[in-house]
């Protein structure tokens, strides 16, 4: 393993090389400057594994620096150190994974030894996906065939009670079963549809597979209620509210087995057919979710004109709230704001215990995540409830 320490800090430097050297790590080339850093890299026989680098250096910040790590391709790992604020250092972590760079963490100065230890512990964990090579791109003519073949497959993260644990609801997140490429998630064909005009077919094939498995769950005495994601671009057809009516009506289910989580991807041509649309869907006893709260679009004058029955506080401002101020003050004020208006609130990234405590102790009424659970095919949700309820006694107890 090859390191890059990078600082204009004699003292810093030393500390960090030295400490390395405790640890076991003897091949570690320090720099003074970003440019030395860059010359290095562009020079190496060997790649460099892995980079600590200062935030705070004359000439070429850490910022910049990071710039230019992005265009020359660096494929290895990233530590950012600073003894700024933290608010700068996790602005400056978030700006490198914004330019797909492998982070590790951002440390504050000085560094400490089980600091250092932990990350190079982590140093041989799979790279996030924002960071995996390529992905495929498809075409128009590519994604209409999977609509019309049933290649489009429905997945479901469930969501749960904080007080009583209770399993309530699942949201649909759709995937595309490609023959070569396995399962496509949203985020490389939504933008496709939208685009195109295929995004009115792709929500009714998703809403109406959805309806048909919550009508089997409650056939099975699961009676979850079943949120859509649905387009801005699916609020611009007037008989949209019709169109979902029927097909609730057509599955079996009470109006209120059924939630529409809104998130407002692109900025609205035309305000009053959406208003209209969403207004219409409330008359028919349709729950309405405000999805992703605080990031994209979406802003204090949806809330004021639209009827939201729920919102959703984007897991940005919910993971890591416990320890961390800013994030702890924005969830805050976003669930003391959706109970003034009479709203449901539901925490998305739930991630780890520490987070389920957290929000159990903060009055907020649902949460969904990996700590509850993945999303998962139609088939598996009847099991996994079943293990829930084992698990469930020991979560709510933990929070009381």
Same mark, same amino acid.
Request: hydrophobic content about 45%; aromatic content about 6%.
């Given at each position: ?48 594994? @892995? +980079? #600590?680098? *200062? ?13 230019? $790590? =992005? /265009? ?110 396995? @399962? +496509? #998630?949203? *985020? ?13 077919? $792709? =929500? /009714? ?129 976003? $669930? ?65």
């Amino acid at each position: 393993m090859k390191i890059l320490v990078v600082d204009d800090e004699p003292i810093q430097r030393k500390l960090i090389v030295h400490q390395l050297g405790r640890l076991g790590i003897e091949d570690v080339e320090a720099c003074a400057s970003g440019h030395d850093a860059l010359t290095v890299l562009a020079t190496a026989r060997e790649g460099i594994d @892995l +980079i #600590f680098c *200062d935030l705070q250096m004359p000439g070429m910040d850490g910022i910049e620096f990071v710039r230019h $790590l =992005t /265009r020359q391709g660096y494929a290895g790992k990233l530590v950012l150190v600073s003894g700024e604020g933290e608010r700068i250092l996790q602005t400056a972590e978030k700006l490198a994974q914004g330019h797909r760079l492998h982070v590790l963490g951002a440390l504050s100065k000085p560094v400490t030894m089980d600091e250092l230890r932990h990350v190079l512990q982590q140093r041989a964990s799979p790279e996030p996906a924002a960071v995996r090579a390529s992905r495929h791109t498809y075409t128009v003519d590519a994604l209409r065939h999977a609509i019309a073949a049933g290649n489009l497959v429905n997945h479901y993260q469930p969501k749960v009670d904080l007080a009583t644990g209770a399993v309530t609801g699942v949201e649909t997140l759709v995937r595309w079963a490609h023959p070569q490429d396995g @399962l +496509i #998630f949203p *985020d490389q064909f939504i933008a496709l549809a939208e685009d195109n005009g295929l995004i009115g077919e $792709l =929500t /009714r094939t998703v809403l109406l597979d959805a309806l048909r498995h919550a009508h089997q769950w409650h056939m099975d005495g699961l009676p979850l209620q079943v949120a859509i994601n649905v387009s801005m671009d699916n609020l611009v057809s007037l008989d949209f509210p019709d169109v979902v009516e029927r097909a609730v009506h057509e599955s079996g289910l009470p109006s209120g087995s059924v939630m529409l989580e809104v998130t407002e991807s692109r900025l609205m041509k035309d305000p009053l057919t959406p208003l209209e649309i969403l207004t219409r869907l409330r008359l028919k006893r349709i729950g309405l979710s405000i999805d992703d709260f605080g990031t994209g679009h979406s802003s204090l004058a949806q809330l004021r004109d639209i009827p939201f029955t729920e919102l959703k506080i984007d897991r940005g401002f919910v993971h890591g709230a416990s320890r961390d101020a800013s994030l702890r003050a924005i969830f805050e004020a976003s $669930l003391g704001m959706a109970r003034q208006l009479g709203m449901k609130v539901v925490a998305e990234g739930v991630e780890d215990r520490e987070d389920w405590d957290f929000l159990q102790g903060t009055g907020c009424d649902f949460a969904q995540g990996w700590f509850v659970s993945r999303a998962m095919p139609p088939e598996q949700i009847p099991d996994w409830v079943a293990d829930w309820e084992v698990r469930r006694p020991t979560l709510v107890s933990m929070g009381s």
